[in-house]
């Protein structure tokens, strides 16, 4: 659920930041949403990563 959440609000500031940087410059404004959009996909991928060695420490 936080997953969701974290990818729709980082996609949304992504739109609105390209969209105030696009007064000034669209071409850059494309760049800023696809770089905010890559990083958020990394981080996303990095942190399921990180949780997933969790489940291997529990002892059964």
């Known amino acids: 659920m936080l ?3 974290y990818l729709t609000m980082s996609t949304s500031v ?3 930041g390209a969209d105030i ?5 669209p071409a ?3 760049f800023v949403f696809a770089f905010i959009f890559a990083i958020q996909i ?3 991928s ?3 990563r990180r949780v997933s060695h969790f489940k291997h420490d529990v002892p059964y």
């Open 14 to 16: 992504g739109i609105i």
């Open 46 to 48: 990095h942190f399921q």
């Open 28 to 30: 850059l404004s494309r």
């Open 21 to 25: 940087i696009g007064a000034a410059s």
């Open 3 to 5: 997953a969701g959440v």
């Open 42 to 44: 990394g981080l996303r």
